[in-house]
């Protein structure tokens, strides 16, 4: 539990605690000393008054009128002496816990937290052999009292006041400690969550100092190697581009001729003779095969490398892929809205996010089982914002990303983008998101 609390509250706990224990031991103090004390103070005054007592019975027996005598004495002892006498007809002697006579400044509670010792000294006063009252000694303790209250009010205030000072000095030692302690934290969160441009400010004590440095070179060594791995990415994309325009460019300028002949030199032997038989059907089956061949020659170079982004432009080359789209999968209600200032872009970016579009409409067709599905591109500012969504089935748990948009994963990282999947209100939502770039004379749209 202990380590559940905050740092002030570990901090300040044991001083208010020892606050406490330093009262509690004060009063502890106080009753075990004031007792004897105050017994210690007053012995000198019962051993006057037991004097007193014995030298006023040696009176009364060597006087002849010894009531007379008595009266006197007591007629001079007066209301404010400590020694009085009690007649034999006044009653019993008075309790030992009978409390004493105190200051109005003094509360109750202090007086019953102190052991008043028992102060009654009794002796008694004989005459003619018979006990006519005691002589006692009742000393007035408000003075003791007094001084006692005022020290523990010293003793109290004393410990307030080093408490106080001691839990400011640890306040703003916490304050010093704890602020850059949170810049610390807060700094591994930005690292932790990829943000390695922001420095941790280096603020409080040598060891808090010396962790902040060490965070900062770990962030800028996170930075370079998050830049390497980007440009690593990106140099790889390259390549992968690179050998996907040879391949298409043989493809394009290889195998299309080849299939152009034969497909010429089948419709010129159909045309010369007219079909006989089997014969004409296989001429028939021949044309049909060349002509799929061709066709599925066209989709591998689009998909290999669309040749017409760059003599077309991005918007116009997404559009035509939604029309085929929409050609091949009637049956999915297809709505897009492209911003048409992607023809302002080109490059690697042009190729990714037409690669994007086209992966996850490929993956609505194949896997999602939809009725319908909607495509956005936009550009903001400087960043380009692509969404592509659909009412299909979903996605399986565990399984995020197939092997295609991992391939786009990859693009788009290399290009300091993200890629998301996610799935809400029964529809499900591929998100990319790239740094705009533009290498064309296009203005930025607000």
């Known amino acids: ?15 208010g605690v020892s606050f406490l224990a330093a009262l509690v031991m004060g009063g502890v103090l106080l ?11 007053n012995e000198l005054g019962r051993h006057s008054a037991r004097a007193v007592a014995a030298a006023l019975n040696n009176t009364l027996r060597a006087s002849d009128n010894p009531r007379q005598t008595l009266d006197a004495f007591v007629h001079s002892l007066g209301t404010s002496s400590d020694i009085q ?27 019953d937290l102190l052991t008043i010792p028992d102060m009654d000294a009794a002796s ?40 106080v000072l ?11 400690a704890l602020r850059p302690l949170q810049n610390l934290g807060a700094g591994l969160t930005r690292i932790r969550r990829g943000d390695y441009a922001t420095p941790i400010p280096v603020a409080g004590p040598p060891e808090i100092r010396q962790s902040c440095e060490e965070a900062n070179a770990l962030a800028a060594t996170l930075a370079r190697l998050s830049q390497d791995n980007r440009d690593l990415l990106h140099r790889l994309v390259s390549l992968q581009d690179d050998e996907r325009r040879d391949l298409a460019r043989e493809l394009h300028d290889e195998l299309g001729p080849l299939l152009f002949s034969i497909r010429a030199g089948t419709i010129a032997l159909i045309e010369a003779s007219p079909p006989v038989g089997h014969l ?3 001429a028939q089956e021949v044309l049909q095969s060349v002509e799929a061949l061709q066709q599925t020659n066209r989709r591998i170079l689009d998909r290999l490398r669309p040749l017409y982004i ?3 432009g991005l918007e116009t080359s997404v559009q035509t892929l939604l029309r085929n789209f929409r050609k091949q999968a009637p049956h999915i209600g297809l709505t897009a809205t492209v911003d048409p200032g992607l023809n302002g872009l080109d490059g690697p970016l042009a190729q990714t996010v037409y690669r994007v579009i086209q992966e996850a409409l490929t993956n609505v067709l194949r896997h999602a089982a939809a009725r319908n599905a909607h495509v956005q591109a936009a550009i903001s500012g400087d960043a380009l914002a692509i969404e592509i969504s659909d009412d299909g089935g979903g996605f399986l748990e565990g399984n995020v990303f197939g092997r295609d948009l991992t391939g786009m994963h990859e693009r788009v990282r290399a290009l300091s983008g993200s890629l998301s999947l996610l799935r809400a209100d029964e529809r499900t939502y591929v998100r990319c998101r790239l740094p705009v770039q533009r290498t064309r004379d296009e203005p930025a749209q607000s």
């Open 1 to 15: 539990m202990w380590q559940h609390l905050s740092f002030r509250t570990q901090l300040f706990l044991p001083l």
């Open 31 to 41: 009753q075990s000393f004031a007792t004897g004390q105050l017994a210690d103070e």
């Open 85 to 111: 006498f009690r007649p034999v007809e006044a009653g019993p002697e008075p309790s030992p816990t009978a409390g004493p006579r105190k200051p109005h400044s003094v509360p109750q509670w202090f007086i």
């Open 124 to 163: 008694p006063l004989i005459i003619d052999g018979k006990r006519v009252g005691d002589l006692v000694f009742l000393p007035d303790l408000s003075v003791d009292l007094f001084e006692k209250w005022i020290g523990f009010l010293a003793l109290t205030s004393l410990i307030a006041v080093l408490t």
């Open 166 to 176: 001691t839990g400011t000095i640890a306040y703003l030692f916490a304050e010093s």
């Open 280 to 282: 004409g059907n296989t």
């Open 310 to 312: 760059e003599e077309l």
